[in-house]
């Protein structure tokens, strides 16, 4: 997904986050394009709450995205995996990848940012 | 932190994850050394499960760090903070950050994998 920084504008907790830890085969084919659309599409979701990702430069990339509630996540799999399927597959963007869903307890930020 | 793929060796949820989101500042002011250091150490503790870290190359950076249950992060955090402020202190390092501990409830992983 295209790169989006430290998200303090999550609520407080409790509230759930989407942990996508994946490596990006060679090549876009799509990729990128279908990425900033789905990034997009995401913030539009009911329940979006924020999203950070970070891919280095071996291709090793961690998107966290952060939903109001379990119900959130579950229609906006719906409706990722129907883009995706449309599209490439994660297959032909991914050689491998684990996705967790956790529900967020506690956060803490950096205490004198402004 | 030094980089660390993907970790499929988690065991069946659920478990802990601590999700770290930061951005470093510039230079290294002895932070190369220390992260290795503090990785190494995690990996001691009892409770460590795994570690997933990436960095870009603009300095924003994601370490999710897995973990049995709340007294191993307690644990942890104790130690990492002593360590971390016998050296220059988080302050030194990153110029904003979040953190978030979150307990991980479900986990996919690409299902081809050997």
């Given at each position: 997904m295209s790169a989006a920084g430290?998200?303090?504008?999550?609520?407080?907790?409790p509230y759930y986050a989407v942990i996508f830890t994946a490596q990006r085969t060679p090549g876009d084919e799509g990729y990128g394009a279908m990425a900033e659309r789905m990034v997009e599409l995401a913030r539009t979701q009911p329940g979006f709450l924020g999203l950070e990702s970070v891919r280095g430069a071996d291709g090793l990339g961690i998107t966290v995205s952060y939903w109001r509630d379990e119900q959130s996540i579950a229609r906006w799999k719906a409706q990722a995996e129907h883009r995706v399927a449309q599209a490439r597959g994660l297959r032909a963007w991914y050689s491998d990848y684990e996705l967790r869903v956790a529900r967020v307890e506690r956060a803490y930020a950096r205490r004198d940012r402004s």
């Open positions: 430290i998200d303090h504008g999550t609520p407080e907790p």
